[in-house]
């Protein structure tokens, strides 16, 4: 029997312009508790849902100044490696390309649910979407997975809250799930992803 496979895409940053970058470089708050190692639940996943699943996650391009065509070239190039029947999840940035992604393309693999995270659905306070801003529809993207499912905690800093509320607008058949106190899901446990993963059907 085939294990259950699941691609992971995390979060990154993007600019519209080269010097919005440089700018956000010399001028970025550095907490230094963010340089540190960071294991977190993505390396985990594996081992928390054990060897019914196989759990892939690529180094997306130039996640601190990411542009859509560039993931998107990548990705096209992963997802005919894997088998029908994927489970994707998107978190932060990889959310919001996930939506994008699977609403203006058709997967060549059949993707039984997908799972956004965080996901920002417009301009962040500081730091905009750039080549990853959304169409205004999503139809193609609901129409082409089973299930979706929106994740996010209400005292997220890095995507405000009030972007789940617009995700829900547009893709009204997704499963939503709400947190309190996860911020932005930089955490290193997270056993309610492992339960909701093993409960799809």
Do not use: C
């Amino acid at each position: 029997m085939n294990k259950q496979q699941i691609l992971v895409i995390g979060g990154g940053d993007t600019f519209d312009t080269y010097e919005q970058y440089l700018e956000f470089l010399r001028t970025f708050s550095i907490d230094p508790e963010r340089l540190k190692p960071y294991v977190g639940w993505k390396l985990r996943l594996q081992e928390d849902l054990g060897d019914r699943y196989e759990v892939f996650a690529p180094k997306m391009p130039n996640v601190s100044n990411a542009k859509y065509e560039e993931w998107d070239i990548w990705i096209s190039r992963v997802l005919p490696l894997l088998r029908d029947d994927l489970l994707v999840i998107g978190h932060s940035l990889g959310g919001v390309f996930l939506a994008k992604y699977l609403s203006e393309k058709t997967s060549p693999r059949k993707i039984r649910s997908a799972i956004l995270l965080a996901a920002p659905a417009y301009d962040l306070e500081g730091e905009p979407l750039a080549s990853f801003r959304l169409q205004p529809l999503l139809d193609n993207f609901q129409s082409q997975v089973e299930q979706i499912y929106l994740l996010h905690s209400r005292d997220d800093k890095v995507v405000p809250f009030a972007h789940l509320a617009e995700y829900k607008k547009l893709l009204p058949e997704a499963k939503v799930v709400e947190f309190a106190e996860y911020g932005h899901f930089n955490i290193e446990d997270f056993p309610e992803l492992t339960s909701l993963i093993t409960n799809i059907h």
